[in-house]
């Protein structure tokens, strides 16, 4: 495998620098659910076509671009005129990956909104890195949610079971409240039964012996 040579920001001047730019317009991808295509105003005479794979690129949004035959800083290599997935893409919209801030970036850099359009990239990383994938925390937000929802989930789930066995137990319960109260009405019938017997002998019995 050929070695990545990392290029110093410093050195990408004139022609060959990385500029602030606009995302002036952002659709799907006719052929690719994850990629998307951009027109993106980057102070040239006119707009470029660029195929993106980010997931928080949207019209709109300020970003960092580098043009056909610039260097990327992450590898040294000059960006060439490539199509992606049938569509010609004719620039780069760059991570801070690509920018040679971090190893591995999950969305692009997001410039701040007042940057104007055409102006040198900035050369070194924003104080907190994080800042400079936002993507990332977004991901990790979203992952977070959908563990609290499973969370809940089987939190409810035990809860729905701990009400089923209530249930259960209070329903043996009361069947086991009424055989006690069917058996001790049964005892009081037969004593009953036999007081009367009693009662009917022993008078019977009287008449007889008199």
């Known amino acids: 495998k050929k070695k990545k040579k990392k290029v110093d920001i410093a050195e990408l001047t ?18 690719a659910d994850k990629l998307s295509v951009c027109m993106v105003d980057y102070g040239g005479e006119e707009t470029v076509r660029v195929v993106c794979g980010a997931p928080n690129v949207r019209t709109g ?42 190893d591995k970036a999950v969305g692009i850099i997001e410039c701040p909104k007042k940057a104007p359009v055409g102006d040198p990239a900035p050369m070194d990383p924003p104080p907190d890195l994080a800042m400079a994938d936002p993507a990332a925390k977004k991901k990790s937000s979203s992952s977070k ?31 086991e409240k009424e055989k006690r109260e069917r058996g001790l009405d049964r005892g009081v019938e037969f004593t009953s039964a036999t ?6 002998q022993q008078g019977m019995g009287g008449r007889q012996s008199s």
């Open 14 to 31: 004139g022609e060959n620098s990385l500029v602030i730019a606009e995302v002036v317009e952002c659709k799907p991808h006719p052929m």
């Open 61 to 102: 949004l300020k970003v960092i671009f580098a043009r056909i035959g610039v260097k990327i800083p992450s590898t040294g290599e000059p960006l060439l005129k490539t199509p992606l997935r049938g569509v010609m893409s004719e620039g780069m919209i760059l991570s801070a990956a690509e920018m040679g801030w971090m």
């Open 145 to 175: 949610d959908k563990d609290k929802d499973k969370g809940d989930s089987k939190k409810s789930s035990k809860d729905k079971d701990k009400d089923k066995d209530k249930e259960k137990a209070a329903e043996a319960e009361r069947k």
């Open 195 to 200: 007081g009367m017997g009693g009662q009917q």
